[in-house]
């Protein structure tokens, strides 16, 4: 069992940054791969970041990459996600989960409760 619990959103402007957090605990929780998945208002769930569980590869949507960056602390059980330049249609729910490759994309696995990140125009 993996308990996430995320932190940081929030409302900014277009062109501001926030850095989402979150403590992922439970006996296994390093030996994931963690990421982000976002859900705007109604829409699917979005994959948005990973991360392995070594810190030494990274993963990232098209919509995000140059603008976002993951990364975590093992020792601290923490993932992190710095959300740079922030645009209108970033505004989302954002979950941090554990992931799982299925061969063609990430999948979730266990969620936290999510954050909500709105940035206005």
């Known amino acids: 069992q993996v308990e996430l619990v995320e932190s940081g959103g929030g409302l900014v402007q277009a062109g501001d940054s926030l850095k989402l957090s979150c403590v992922a605990s439970g006996r296994t929780a390093s030996n994931y791969p963690l990421g982000w998945f976002r859900q705007a208002t109604g829409q699917e769930y979005d994959f948005v970041a990973g991360i392995d569980y070594s810190a030494s590869t990274t993963y990232y949507a098209d919509s995000v990459k140059g603008r976002f960056t993951i990364s975590r602390d093992n020792a601290k059980s923490m993932v992190y996600l710095q959300l740079n330049n922030l645009k209108p249609e970033d505004t989302a729910v954002y979950y941090c989960?554990?992931?799982?490759?299925?061969?063609?994309?990430?999948?979730?696995?266990?969620w936290g409760q999510g954050t909500q990140v709105t940035v206005s125009s």
């Open positions: 989960t554990t992931l799982a490759w299925d061969g063609s994309n990430w999948r979730p696995g266990y």
